[in-house]
Nanobody, 124 residues
Framework: VQLQASGGGWVQAGGSLRLSCAAS????????MGWFRQVPGKEREFVVA????????TYANSVNGRFSASRDNAKNILYLQMNSLKPEDTAVYYC??????????????????WGQGTLVTVSS
């Protein structure tokens, strides 16, 4: 499985960005997909996980109500719409794929495959 994240960039506080993650796999619908983020010197942080059919999503408290994840299983693409961005959202954002059960969705160690990351910078 190869994951390619894109869409990062620079934005002012209060702005929006949409990240995409394209997956090269024939069985995309078998994977729980997640977004994580990381800043230098800190551990990778859970942002959101979306279920295999896209019907359920779990968000970190810090982004709930501002971010929205979706997936297109016909195109093998995962999205993260980020609105009302804050400077503390600045990080490298990673998409990841998880073959385990839904209860493991918030732990980075349970994800089998990772994209290369895309940098999001939010200025105040």
């Amino acid at each position: 499985v190869q994951l390619q994240a894109s869409g990062g960039g620079w934005v002012q506080a209060g702005g929006s960005l949409r990240l995409s993650c394209a997956a090269s796999v024939r069985t995309y619908g078998r994977y729980i997909m997640g977004w994580f983020r990381q800043v230098p010197g800190k551990e990778r942080e859970f942002v959101v996980a979306i279920s295999r059919n896209g019907g359920s999503a779990t968000y970190a408290n810090s982004v709930n109500g501002r971010f929205s994840a979706s997936r297109d299983n016909a195109k093998n693409i995962l999205y993260l719409q980020m609105n009302s961005l804050k400077p503390e959202d600045t990080a490298v954002y990673y998409c990841a794929a998880n073959t385990a059960v839904w209860s493991t969705r918030e732990q980075a160690t349970n994800y089998n495959y990772w994209g290369q990351g895309t940098l999001v910078t939010v200025s105040s």
